[in-house]
């Protein structure tokens, strides 16, 4: 902990040498006295004046006026209506927990939010290479002439049957690729 | 986090012994005084969300740090005054003061209570706290945070920024100190 600099000697009263200021008591004998003297210093404090109690309760108002208050989070102001006037600690019942426990649930939820966009994501592209996978392999093996595979309704019908393409024969193919190749 | 109440009820409970060791320290009502609600009130601003427990030892902590303080800007401005002193001597006496007026009448309260040995008591809580005034002020921390406020040897090192065995010496020589003056004056608690 960082602590100012004690005030300088000089401006306060000093007795020099700890071992000249001994009265030979024993440590029994000095808890002894300092607990009579503590008892002295407490009926002393106890017999203040009214005009200096009178400051250290107004004191003490102002203090209290002035108490930090833990400040809500945007979304416990925000939502809180929704939650019925309950809002995060208070709904999972942590509210023992500082705002720093809060924060990290939060970031933990927004964390696991955004990585489950990710994978959606991730999962729509690879669903999409498969599909051109699928469209490729079709164009490469099959006998049906490329342009049928410009039209909408044959891929459809390809990615309908995508697990039958192989058993699928060229002949059964070729009505359907000759229908989508002439123009109507 | 401490509740108002909680923190009502801790202020209310050290009010009066922060502000007779601020007056230990600095021999000034008026700025004891002062330096009790700064401390208060920091307290509150600061660290009003605090759990209950840990404000004692902040408060004595802040409350230290508001005397050391008072202390600097007081050699500040004993260094200004002593300057501007020396520059103009010239004092005007005002012969139109009165010392009645300024005298403090004692409190009406007490005054048809007081028995020899009330006066007694009174007399040597006075003269135990003019004693405690004259600690140097490490030993009048030590002796003051360790036997009025019981706090223990570890949380008045701690919140004197010192070691554990430091904190034991302190206390040992500002009791020895204290016991040696009054036993000069004929005292013995």
């Not at chain 2, 920091?42 to 408060?59: H, M, Q, S, T, V």
């Not at chain 2, 809580?125 to 004693?131: F, Q, Y």
């Amino acid at each position: 902990m960082n602590r100012p600099t004690a005030p300088t000697q000089s401006s306060r009263p000093t007795q020099s040498g700890g071992q000249s200021q001994t009265a030979g008591l024993t440590p029994t004998e000095e808890a002894q006295f300092a607990q009579s003297a503590m008892a002295l210093l407490q009926q002393g404090a106890q017999q203040l004046v009214p005009k200096i109690r009178h400051r250290l309760d107004e004191a003490r108002l102002h203090a209290l006026r002035a108490q930090k208050t833990p400040t809500p989070f945007f979304w416990q102001r925000n939502f809180a209506p929704a939650f019925g006037g309950q809002t995060g600690s208070q709904l999972s019942g942590d509210a023992k927990h500082g705002p720093i426990f809060n924060m990290l649930m939060w970031l933990a939820a927004s964390a696991a939010v955004i990585f489950g966009l990710m994978a959606i994501t991730d999962w729509q592209q690879e669903s999409r290479l498969q599909d051109l996978a699928v469209l490729d392999a079709a164009i490469l093996t099959d006998d049906v002439p490329p342009n049928a595979y410009a039209d909408s309704g044959f891929l459809a019908f390809l990615k309908a049957h995508r697990d039958l393409s192989h058993e699928l024969s060229p002949d059964s193919l070729e009505p359907a690729a000759a229908n989508a190749a002439s123009p109507s | 986090m401490a509740s108002p109440q909680q923190l009502a009820d801790f202020l209310s409970g050290i009010d009066k012994r922060a502000f007779k060791q601020a007056v230990y320290a600095v021999r000034d009502d008026d700025a004891a005084l002062d330096i009790v609600q700064d401390a208060m009130i920091k307290l509150a601003e600061k660290y009003g969300d605090r759990p209950a427990n840990e404000l004692p030892l902040i408060f004595t902590r802040i409350l230290q740090n508001r005397i050391h303080d008072w202390f600097r800007r007081q050699k500040v401005r004993n260094t200004w005054v002593t300057l501007f002193s020396a520059l103009g001597k010239k004092q005007l006496e005002n012969e139109d003061y009165d010392p009645l007026e300024h005298l403090i009448a004692p409190d009406e309260s007490s005054i048809h209570q007081d028995g020899a040995q009330q006066l007694e008591k009174i007399q040597l809580i006075a003269i135990l706290e003019a004693e405690i005034s004259k600690l140097p002020s490490r030993q009048q921390e030590a002796f003051l945070m360790r036997y009025w406020e019981e706090f223990s040897i570890t949380d008045t090192a701690l919140a004197m920024g010192c070691s554990e065995g430091s904190v034991k010496t302190h206390c040992s020589r500002a009791t020895q100190a204290l016991a040696k003056a009054l036993k000069a004056k004929g005292i013995s608690l």
